[in-house]
């Protein structure tokens, strides 16, 4: 349900995997979320 809410919202499909709640290192969900795109000096 939730796939399907997002894809007639947003018009794109989305791949979902579920996982227990503190099952994946934190590292892991913050380094995929964040990105940073400043310039380098």
């Known amino acids: ?23 994946l290192p934190r590292y892991d969900v913050k380094a995929k979320r964040f990105k940073d795109l400043r310039p380098k000096e």
């Open 1 to 23: 349900k939730l796939v399907q809410q997002l894809r007639l919202k947003t018009g794109l499909r989305y791949n979902l995997e579920f996982h227990d709640y503190g099952t």
